[in-house]
Structure formats: structure tokens, C-alpha cells
């Protein structure tokens, strides 16, 4: 079967991206994190063996990021209003291509090709949808083989039910056939919004957060972050 893996994410603008981490690393440094995020996690998507490679943006299309992108990453704007708009409309427009469609944002650093892989996997054991849940109550991925619009609208996001409440829609979704929608849970991973994720994520693996922080320019010789 034959799969897209989808980045949607938005442009690192100064003052738009990862807000909250500002007391932490400044505004600057906030946008900074984001790009090597970013950047991170289209690498990651470059390196899996994907029939197509989808990176959904926001606004005008980042100069760094686009001089980066792998020569196989279609480049499509983002649609629709909300996120939950977003996220269908991308995968919708995946699966017009593919059997299968998997989406990402760029939050987490945790995510690598075998995440995507056991992702694939859980869609191609029969499963409908797969989810990555978020240690936060949302969700880092969902794949999808055939479109559920009915699983993201009237959803309020970056609230700590999210995941709760989608599976809880999808419990009562029949298919088309009159069976009921089946759903897959990957493990749980650590995505990045609040200065506590930070220090979560330098507590669990410090040589990796010093290097990154150290790639991004946010650190001093020792890994820790400054603003």
C-alpha cells in the first residue's frame, strides 16, 4: 500500500511560533527553536521511504526552509480554517494519491522514521486511523485511510482533552459498510509548547537537548539554554 507522510506546520515568523517558550528563550529564540524543529522534523520525513513527501505550509513559504526542503517534499499550501480544517483538507488531498496518509506536525522532537513506521503498520494491520498521543492530551500524528472529516470538526484544540474527545467521536462513526470506525494508539511522546517541556526534555535525554539547543544556536557550552 502506498503512503504519504504530511508535515503540516507554520512559517517561523518572529512572534507567531512557539509563544510560550518565550520567557524561556525570548521571542527570537522562541522563532529559532521552531525553525530547528522544523527543520528536524522534515529531515526526518526526507529520510522515510514514502510514496509521496507533503510539507503544508502557512503563509509565504519560509526562503531557509524551502532552500533546505529534500527535491522529493511537494510544497503545498495550507487550507481551510481551523486546525481541525487544516489537518483534513491535507490528508483528504494525500489520499486522492495514496491509500494512506499520515500527518505530522513540528513539535516534536521525538518523532523519527521507526515512529512512522509503526504508524504505517498500525494502517496497514486494517486499522482506519492511528494516532500518536501527546503526553500534553493532544496528539502528534494521525493517519488516516480514507477521509473522517466527522473526527475533527467541533473539536477545541490545544486543550488537554483533545485525543480524550476525538476517540470518543470516533467510537460512535460507523463506515460506510456499517462497521464500526476502527482506531490504533502509538506510544505516548513528549511534544514541545512550554518551558517545562523543555526542561522535561533536557532531563531525559541531555546530550541530544545540549546538542540541539547547541545546532540552534540557544546554548551556552554546556547545553544550557540562554535567552
Given at each position: ?7 503540516l506546520?507554520k ?15 525570548g ?21 522515510y ?5 507533503i ?55 521525538q ?10 503498520a ?59 470506525v ?10 514541545i ?7 522535561a ?7 541530544e ?19
Amino acid at each position: 500500500m502506498t503512503t504519504s507522510i504530511i508535515v503540516l506546520a507554520k512559517n517561523p515568523v518572529v512572534g507567531e511560533v512557539k509563544t510560550r517558550l518565550a520567557p524561556e528563550l525570548g521571542m527570537q529564540g522562541a522563532c529559532r527553536f521552531y525553525r530547528a524543529l522544523l527543520v528536524r522534523t522534515l529531515d526526518v520525513q526526507a529520510k522515510y521511504p514514502a510514496a509521496r513527501r507533503i510539507f503544508c505550509f502557512s503563509g509565504p513559504m519560509d526562503s531557509e526552509i524551502s532552500a533546505n526542503l529534500d527535491r522529493s517534499v511537494l510544497c503545498e499550501p495550507q487550507a481551510g480554517e481551523g486546525l481541525g480544517a487544516r489537518m483534513h483538507a491535507a490528508l483528504l488531498e494525500a489520499l486522492k494519491h495514496t491509500e494512506k496518509a499520515i500527518l505530522i506536525g513540528a513539535d516534536c522532537p521525538q518523532i523519527d522514521t521507526a515512529y512512522l513506521a509503526q504508524a504505517e503498520a498500525a494502517l496497514g494491520a486494517g486499522n482506519d486511523l492511528v494516532f500518536g498521543p501527546s503526553h500534553d492530551g493532544g496528539y502528534v500524528l494521525v493517519g488516516v485511510q480514507r477521509p473522517c472529516p466527522d473526527i475533527f470538526s467541533g473539536i477545541t484544540y490545544s486543550q488537554p482533552d483533545v485525543l480524550r474527545k476525538t476517540v470518543e467521536r470516533i467510537a460512535s462513526l460507523k463506515r460506510p459498510d456499517g462497521a464500526g470506525v476502527s482506531c490504533a494508539l502509538l506510544p505516548a511522546l513528549n511534544d514541545i509548547d512550554e518551558p517545562c517541556d523543555l526542561r522535561a526534555w533536557a532531563a531525559r535525554a541531555p546530550a541530544e537537548f545540549a546538542a540541539f539547543m547547541r545546532a540552534a544556536g540557544l546554548a551556552n557550552a554546556d547545553g544550557t539554554p540562554f535567552r
